[in-house]
């Protein structure tokens, strides 16, 4: 059950020998990397709490579950090695009976200077799985049966996604390959335009290509759930209409609240719903924040959840938060070309002014979100039918139309 997790201990990669089999870094503590502050509740509602993780599954649609080096900076070695260490531990300790893991993500550049090629991918995709076949804490998810194993059996439900389909390039094929290799969920773009569609740092959106709408059909047959967090508002609008299915924004904010090329203006958000998507909202540093809350915090997360949910309908709505285990700021700064951050946040725009932050209080990893996110909704008075929907079962109704 959620409540306790079947967890003997295993650490990655420790059927090999340090430096002998490969290149051992020092990792981030998984669970006590910096202070976070708990959201207080009283007794009725620790009971509540409690209740929901024993009845209900908790899914989180976006995380990054990689552990990072204690020195962040040594990240581009780290990468080039393409050995990433899964947080184990720091799951184990989680309430998230599932958690879809965006693996090197843009970061991903063990062949190459610009990241997300074939090799690569694969690579990081075996790699990773080659480590979870030596455990038996991590289910790698492959269907919702496999959700509600993991619930039953006090595990985690891991489920491979690639944020971006540049990797494809133009071989319709590859998306069966990404498939049975165990992929569940493609982006489009990954802010850069490639040949799908355009990405979010573009200035002109030339919405969903011949190409991409063919990539949509075969997304569709294959049964990948295909994510718009990315790319530029007229192309997730064209992939909401050319979709046979609905799809996914796992990681995104109301743009009506925060106005940067990162978050989704009002009828991109509806569109997705209309079509019974499922919006998640994000909590990597910097990125919902609102006028209200300009020092990036659980709040001003919330501030976007709500503004969502009340545009949408909580059948609509849940949270990816898209966080890791370790220095996400610093990661941010290492690595600021390849994820496009300066396109993406509009920093440096007139009435953009926000607080800098070392890490998001209460957020700072996927652990520390799965308590947080679920006691702010039980201190807010959410009911336990509206929890339930939030963390879980919108999110497991929406694969139920779209895997196979």
């Known amino acids: ?12 990669f420790q059927y090999l020998e340090k430096d002998i089999d490969y290149k051992h870094f020092e990792l981030e503590d998984e669970l006590n990397r910096v ?8 007794e009725d509602q620790e009971q509540l709490v409690r209740k929901i993780l024993a009845d209900h599954i908790l899914i989180s649609v976006h995380e990054h579950v990689g552990t990072f080096p204690k020195d962040i900076m040594q990240t581009p070695e780290y990468v080039k090695h393409g050995r990433m260490a899964t947080a184990y531990e720091g799951l184990a300790h989680s309430h998230w009976d599932c958690v879809f893991d965006n693996l090197m993500d843009g970061i991903c550049q063990i062949h190459s200077k610009g990241g997300w090629k074939w090799s690569e991918v694969i690579h990081d995709l075996g790699m990773r799985l080659c480590d979870i076949a030596h455990q038996d804490f991590i289910i790698h998810c492959k269907t919702g049966a496999d959700i509600h194993q993991a619930h039953n059996e006090g595990k985690v439900a891991w489920v491979a996604v690639m944020e971006g389909a540049m990797m494809i390039e133009n071989e319709l094929d590859r998306i069966d390959l990404l498939y049975g290799f165990g992929l569940r969920s493609l982006g489009i773009t990954y802010s850069e335009s490639n040949a799908l569609g355009s990405g979010l740092k573009e200035e002109r959106d030339g919405g969903l290509t011949a190409f991409g709408k063919r990539a949509v059909e075969r997304m569709n047959k294959v049964g990948l759930l295909i994510d718009c967090s990315h790319t530029g508002d007229q192309t997730a609008l064209d992939t909401i209409k050319h979709s046979r299915k609905p799809i996914i924004l796992s990681h995104i904010g109301a743009k009506a609240l925060w106005n940067t090329n990162r978050l989704a203006p009002d009828d991109v958000l509806k569109a997705c719903a209309d079509k019974g998507g499922v919006i998640g909202v994000e909590a990597a540093p910097h990125t919902t924040l609102t006028p209200t809350h300009r020092r990036h915090s659980l709040d001003s997360v919330m501030e976007h959840f709500e503004y969502i949910k009340d ?16 220095d996400h700021v610093g990661l941010h700064k290492a690595y600021t070309a390849a994820l496009s951050l300066k396109a993406s946040k509009s920093h440096g725009k007139p009435g953009m002014e926000y607080e800098p932050v070392e890490y998001v209080d209460g957020l700072e990893n996927p652990t520390e979100g799965s308590y947080n996110i679920l006691r702010w909704l039980v201190k807010h008075n959410y009911s336990e039918e509206e929890i339930a929907k939030v963390m879980g079962q919108n999110t497991l109704r929406l694969l139920n139309e779209v895997w196979v």
Do not use: E
Request: charged share 15%.
């Open 1 to 12: 059950m959620s409540l306790s997790k079947n967890y003997n201990g295993y650490k990655s």
């Open 35 to 42: 202070p976070s502050t708990k959201v207080q509740l009283d």
């Open 311 to 326: 545009l949408v309908g909580i059948d609509h709505v849940t949270l990816g938060p898209d966080t890791l285990y370790g």
